[in-house]
């Protein structure tokens, strides 16, 4: 089945109507968001719109608009309107969407714990209804960073924006990068918590530019993760495409090393690592919903864009001997 065959296309309903209080409806957009429902819309110069309104079942949604700064895209105001039941391909006309939450507000994000105070930061606070992605916006700079909100006042007051703040970047050796995921219920200030930078502490590892250097004989893979994570991922691979013998461990955090083994000659054509350049990618895994390594496994975490994670990601590089 191609992709155009498996979009619903029984129309439920249009909707038409203006948005009103925006600066330049050039910047303009407005879209229709429900379950199972989607629209497509046609914006007039005027701020007026007509959506059409396609799903397999009939159902309500909301119309949302937001107007951007014409250069940085930046999310300037926003508006939502609640509720609007469709059904039976019918006309809903008048519908006046007002941009009435502009982005004038502030969250103050901390960070827990005295690591990372004074570091630079970047954040975004992403405004999901229902599961769908609305808008975000975001900052970066040292914390405390303030990060543009909106007032969660009626109708926005039931929707909890998803912080998301990450330190770092993968490919430094002197911590990685980590990144914490978080709903925020203040409407004024988040402290957020992370995990401790993840380490390799065998082989000896270097950046891309400067590799470190092991001997294949006696290789071990060491890592000292966050005793609080879940999960650690470590995968030791070829440098440059799919190699011929990649290892990839997953394990819980009580177990930091792992060490490859010849792989039997009548199940693999390759059983050990040749020379060369390879990249070890390091990983570990908070998750608010999980109590243990296994929670991972048996399929009791579900998806659930509201759930706190946190996570760190660390690459490095290796010339094996």
Same mark, same amino acid.
């Given at each position: 089945?191609?992709?155009?065959?498996?979009?619903? &296309?029984?129309?439920?309903?249009?909707?038409?109507?203006?948005?009103?209080?925006?600066?330049?409806?050039?910047?303009?957009?407005? @879209?229709?968001? =429900?379950? =199972?429902?989607?629209?497509?819309?046609?914006?007039?110069?005027?701020?007026?719109?007509?959506?059409?309104?396609?799903?397999?079942?009939?159902?309500?949604?909301?119309?949302?608009?937001?107007?951007?700064?014409?250069?940085?895209?930046?999310?300037?105001?926003?508006?939502?309107?609640?509720?609007?039941?469709?059904?039976?391909? @019918?006309?809903?006309?008048?519908?006046?969407?007002?941009?009435?939450?502009?982005?004038?507000?502030?969250?103050?994000?901390?960070?827990?714990?005295?690591?990372?105070?004074?570091?630079?930061?970047? %954040?975004?606070? &992403?405004?999901?209804?229902?599961?769908?992605? +609305?808008?975000?916006?975001?900052?970066?700079?040292?914390?405390?960073?303030?990060?543009?909100?909106?007032?969660?006042?009626?109708?926005?007051?039931?929707?909890?924006?998803? +912080?998301?703040? !990450?330190?770092?970047?993968?490919?430094?050796?002197?911590?990685?990068?980590?990144?914490?995921?978080?709903?925020?219920?203040?409407?004024?200030?988040?402290?957020?918590?992370?995990?401790? /930078? +993840?380490?390799?502490?065998?082989?000896?590892?270097?950046?891309?530019?400067?590799?470190?250097?092991?001997?294949?004989?006696?290789?071990?893979?060491? &890592?000292?993760?966050?005793?609080?994570?879940?999960? !650690?991922?470590?995968?030791?691979? %070829?440098?440059?495409? /799919?190699?011929? +013998?990649?290892?990839?461990?997953?394990?819980?955090?009580?177990?930091?090393?792992?060490?490859?083994?010849?792989?039997?000659?009548?199940?693999?054509?390759?059983?050990?690592?040749? %020379?060369?350049?390879?990249?070890?990618?390091?990983?570990?895994?908070?998750?608010?919903?999980?109590?243990?390594?296994?929670?991972?496994?048996?399929?009791?975490? !579900?998806?659930?864009?509201?759930?706190?994670?946190? !996570?760190?990601?660390?690459? @490095?590089?290796?010339?094996?001997?």
């Amino acid at each position: 089945m191609g992709f155009l065959s498996a979009i619903p &296309w029984t129309k439920q309903g249009t909707l038409t109507g203006r948005v009103t209080g925006a600066t330049h409806v050039s910047n303009l957009s407005v @879209t229709a968001v =429900g379950k =199972g429902l989607s629209g497509i819309t046609k914006l007039a110069e005027d701020g007026s719109f007509s959506i059409d309104v396609h799903g397999d079942e009939p159902g309500q949604v909301d119309l949302f608009a937001r107007e951007t700064e014409g250069t940085t895209k930046k999310v300037l105001r926003v508006g939502l309107l609640r509720g609007i039941a469709v059904s039976s391909g @019918t006309t809903i006309s008048g519908l006046e969407l007002a941009l009435d939450h502009p982005v004038d507000q502030s969250l103050a994000v901390t960070v827990e714990g005295s690591r990372y105070q004074g570091s630079s930061v970047s %954040a975004s606070l &992403w405004y999901i209804l229902d599961g769908q992605f +609305l808008f975000s916006t975001d900052a970066s700079g040292t914390m405390p960073l303030p990060v543009p909100a909106i007032a969660r006042t009626a109708p926005f007051d039931t929707i909890t924006p998803m +912080l998301n703040v !990450t330190s770092g970047d993968a490919t430094n050796l002197q911590g990685g990068a980590v990144q914490t995921n978080m709903p925020v219920s203040d409407t004024s200030s988040a402290k957020v918590t992370f995990l401790a /930078p +993840l380490s390799i502490t065998s082989p000896t590892v270097g950046t891309q530019e400067s590799p470190g250097s092991a001997s294949r004989s006696g290789l071990v893979l060491r &890592w000292s993760p966050d005793v609080s994570a879940h999960l !650690t991922e470590v995968e030791l691979a %070829a440098k440059v495409g /799919p190699g011929p +013998l990649d290892w990839t461990v997953v394990a819980p955090v009580s177990i930091t090393s792992f060490t490859p083994f010849p792989l039997p000659a009548d199940i693999a054509p390759v059983t050990t690592f040749p %020379a060369g350049s390879y990249s070890v990618w390091a990983t570990t895994t908070w998750r608010a919903k999980a109590n243990s390594y296994a929670d991972f496994f048996t399929g009791s975490l !579900t998806h659930d864009p509201y759930e706190e994670t946190r !996570t760190t990601r660390l690459l @490095t590089y290796v010339e094996l001997q």
